[in-house]
C-alpha cells in the first residue's frame, strides 16, 4: 500500500512540474513574439537562464535514471 501511494504521490508530483515547466514555455514563446524581452532585458535573461537550466537538468535526469532507451 505504501508503494503505491508513493508512486501516485511521485507521479502526481511529476505530473504538476511539467506542466509548470509547459506553462513557463508557453509564457516565454509568447513574451519572445509580443516584444517584452526587447524592453525588458533583465527578464528575458533570467526567464531563458531558467528555462535552460530546468531543460537541461531534465535530460540529465532522463539519461541517468531512464537511459535504457539509449
Known sequence: MHKILLLILI???ALVAFTGYCAALIDWIQDFSGGVYQKNY???VLETAGLGIYT???IRFFNRNLGSFR
Open 56 to 58: 537541461f537538468l531534465g
Open 11 to 13: 507521479s502526481l508530483g
Open 42 to 44: 533583465l527578464e528575458a
